[in-house]
């Protein structure tokens, strides 16, 4: 039982010390410059998807075949 304890302890000890603080790795930027004009949103390849929704609904139906086919796609 006492070499379980002495286990366990190694174990939490090891994990605090090797862990470390992954949040403080990089300084965060001023907020006045990550609202800047930049837009970080990625648009919607609406008509891309629309046109292999068709396309892999009218060739698989709807299953996980078809789920493949639009993740292949990117949709």
Do not use: D, K
């Not at 949040?23 to 800047?36: E, N, S, V």
């Not at 996980?64 to 796609?73: E, F, I, L, S, V």
């Amino acid at each position: 039982m006492v070499r379980g304890v002495i286990v366990a302890l190694a174990l939490a000890t090891g994990g605090v010390l090797v862990g470390g603080q992954p949040a403080a790795a990089g300084a965060m930027p001023p907020a006045h410059q990550t609202l800047g004009g930049e837009v970080h949103v990625e648009q919607v390849q609406y008509r891309y998807c629309r046109r292999w929704n068709r396309e892999c609904r009218s060739r698989w139906g709807y299953g996980w075949r078809y789920r493949r086919c639009m993740r292949r796609h990117g949709c």
